[in-house]
């Protein structure tokens, strides 16, 4: 009677298991410091008029790391350019915070060349506790050297986020950057300071 009560409950969790669980989005993949702790995919209904989203939800109830669903692309539509990268995110019980993070890398180098995750840019935009879809952005220079974009959601402890709507845009100079500024490295639009006197 005992293994049998046990059996259903180990029956049980592993349909509830199933059932939490969530497909993986076509082109995005799972990483972070500790992406074991989280559940990511495709939430699907939970998103804006009924829609689907992506989520990261926590699965255990203490977390010292972070889970990130990201993906990369090439960087030849934008080098040269200043971009803005947008999102919807909504929150629950986030105990540290969460965002959207964008990272530009260049070739041969472990050091990246445009960074922003809104939580170390240039103010802290991060997002805590429990939050309605609100639109987010990230704005970095992308220069000629850059050789990958790399861009997702993470969620630092415990909590759930789902994101959806993500857009890449190209602006011009009036709009300020977010992050680790690169713009020493982004080509003028023409020449400058010829007479020494700045």
């Known amino acids: 009677m005992k293994i049998t009560k046990q059996l259903a409950g180990a029956f049980i ?8 669980s969530f497909d993986s989005p076509t082109g995005w993949f799972e990483a972070g410091s500790d992406p074991d702790s989280y559940d990511m995919g495709i939430d699907q209904g939970a998103g804006q008029d009924g829609k689907n989203a992506a989520t990261i939800k926590s699965k255990v109830k203490k977390i010292n790391g972070f889970g990130t669903l ?4 090439l960087p030849d539509n934008y080098l040269g350019k200043r971009v803005r990268m947008s999102g919807m995110v909504k929150t629950q019980g986030v105990s540290d915070w969460a965002g959207l993070w964008f990272r530009i890398d260049q070739k041969d180098s472990d050091r990246d060349i445009g960074f922003d995750n809104m939580h170390d840019g240039k103010k802290d935009r991060s997002i805590k506790g429990t939050t309605d879809w609100t639109r987010y952005e990230i ?5 000629a050297n850059a050789s990958n974009l790399a861009y997702g959601a993470l969620l630092v402890g415990t909590g759930q986020i789902w994101f959806d709507d993500i857009k890449f845009e190209i602006v011009d100079n009036s709009v300020p950057t977010t992050g680790e500024s690169s713009e020493h ?3 003028r639009k023409e020449p400058v300071n010829l007479d020494f006197e700045k």
């Open 70 to 73: 990201m993906q990369d692309c």
């Open 185 to 187: 490295l982004m080509p």
């Open 139 to 143: 704005v970095l220079d992308v220069p």
């Open 13 to 20: 969790l592993v349909i509830a298991l199933a059932l939490v």
